[in-house]
């Protein structure tokens, strides 16, 4: 069952008075990118949560957001109320000895370095926070999975529809190869006692047997045939597989797509061109598709 790389799920919970909140996102990417934002107190989470995201998600660009909301002020930071005091006596100071009177914004104050700091918790706060955020996480991951399936699920519906095109153009090349090279050997007899009937020459029956054989040999794609129809089966196959399938269906369909232009190299019918310009657009669908394919 395949999987899309575009989802969202989130989730939230509340350790000591403080909610905490969770987004997940996820898009496309060839490969596995993670970004995770949260509070700096709370740095102390990343390694982990990025092992869970990484344990979770093997392909795509995910996003992870972890917020603190509701809250009371003195859960977030604490003032050095000695470093302020400090700082506002020495301002008084330099105020008094240029000769004017001191008034200063608190707010200016408190931008000041040192100033404010965020509270860190203890050994104790940090595994109960730890096993309360992992597991809000877990909640958003399940829901950005379900996302990501049900997404799948529509583009296997797709694909499948694309490879079931492929398979009866392929029978109709299949069926019309065959009747070409009977078609070049009544045409080249039809011309060759055209052209000799004035000379009054009858054609060699073995020469005319030996260049169709020469046509037949050149121009049969029935090993084409085989492997593209086989590159299908292989590629409904691991649409189905219980495994991140995008890269091996992105090389699949590389591979169909290159048995497509030999067939078209090699024929030189129209009705089999037609039906490789089709296959070819279909194939290129595929491959479009399969950008969204974890």
Same mark, same amino acid.
Not at 204 to 217: G, K, N, Q, S
């Given at each position: 069952m395949?999987?899309?790389?575009?989802?969202?799920?989130?989730?939230?919970?509340?350790i000591?008075?403080?909610s905490y909140?969770v $987004?997940i996102?996820s898009v496309?990417n060839?490969?596995?990118k993670t970004?995770v #934002?949260?509070?700096e107190?709370?740095s102390?989470l990343?390694? =982990?949560?990025d #092992?869970?995201?990484k344990k979770?998600?093997?392909?795509?660009t995910?996003?992870?957001?972890?917020r603190l909301? =509701?809250?009371s002020g003195n859960t977030?930071?604490?003032?050095d109320?000695?470093a302020?005091?400090? @700082?506002?006596?020495?301002?008084?100071k330099?105020?008094?000895a240029?000769?004017?009177g001191a008034q200063?914004?608190?707010?200016n104050?408190?931008?000041?370095?040192g @100033?404010i700091r965020?509270?860190?918790?203890?050994?104790? $706060?940090?595994?109960l926070i730890?096993?309360k955020?992992l597991g809000?996480?877990?909640?958003?991951?399940?829901q950005l999975? =379900?996302?990501?399936?049900v997404?799948?699920?529509f583009l296997?519906?797709?694909?499948?529809?694309h +490879?079931?095109?492929i398979?009866n153009d392929?029978?109709?090349i299949?069926?019309?190869s065959?009747v070409?090279?009977?078609e070049?050997?009544k045409?080249l007899?039809?011309r060759?006692d055209?052209?000799l009937?004035e000379?009054?020459?009858?054609?060699?029956e073995e020469?005319?047997a030996r $260049?169709v054989? @020469? *046509?037949a040999?050149r121009?049969? /794609?029935s090993?084409e045939?085989a492997?593209?129809d086989?590159h299908?089966?292989?590629?409904l196959?691991? +649409?189905?597989?219980n495994?991140?399938?995008g890269?091996?269906?992105? *090389? /699949?369909?590389?591979?169909?797509?290159?048995e497509?232009?030999?067939?078209?190299?090699?024929s030189?019918?129209g009705?089999?061109?037609?039906c490789v310009?089709?296959?070819? +657009?279909l194939?290129?669908?595929?491959?479009e598709?399969?950008q969204n394919?974890e």
């Amino acid at each position: 069952m395949i999987k899309s790389m575009t989802g969202y799920g989130q989730a939230q919970g509340e350790i000591n008075g403080v909610s905490y909140a969770v $987004e997940i996102k996820s898009v496309n990417n060839r490969y596995l990118k993670t970004s995770v #934002k949260m509070p700096e107190m709370l740095s102390f989470l990343e390694d =982990d949560i990025d #092992k869970l995201l990484k344990k979770n998600i093997s392909r795509g660009t995910v996003n992870y957001v972890l917020r603190l909301k =509701d809250m009371s002020g003195n859960t977030l930071f604490e003032i050095d109320e000695k470093a302020l005091q400090a @700082i506002s006596q020495k301002l008084n100071k330099a105020a008094l000895a240029a000769g004017f009177g001191a008034q200063f914004d608190i707010s200016n104050l408190l931008t000041l370095p040192g @100033i404010i700091r965020p509270i860190l918790p203890n050994n104790e $706060e940090i595994e109960l926070i730890k096993e309360k955020i992992l597991g809000i996480s877990m909640q958003a991951m399940e829901q950005l999975k =379900d996302m990501r399936a049900v997404e799948g699920n529509f583009l296997e519906a797709d694909l499948r529809k694309h +490879c079931e095109a492929i398979e009866n153009d392929l029978k109709q090349i299949n069926a019309r190869s065959a009747v070409v090279i009977q078609e070049y050997g009544k045409k080249l007899k039809q011309r060759a006692d055209m052209l000799l009937a004035e000379a009054k020459l009858k054609i060699d029956e073995e020469t005319l047997a030996r $260049e169709v054989a @020469i *046509f037949a040999d050149r121009s049969d /794609i029935s090993e084409e045939i085989a492997r593209l129809d086989s590159h299908v089966q292989q590629f409904l196959q691991f +649409c189905h597989a219980n495994e991140q399938a995008g890269r091996r269906l992105d *090389f /699949i369909s590389q591979e169909m797509l290159r048995e497509a232009n030999t067939i078209a190299s090699k024929s030189s019918d129209g009705e089999i061109t037609g039906c490789v310009v089709d296959i070819k +657009c279909l194939v290129e669908r595929i491959k479009e598709q399969i950008q969204n394919v974890e």
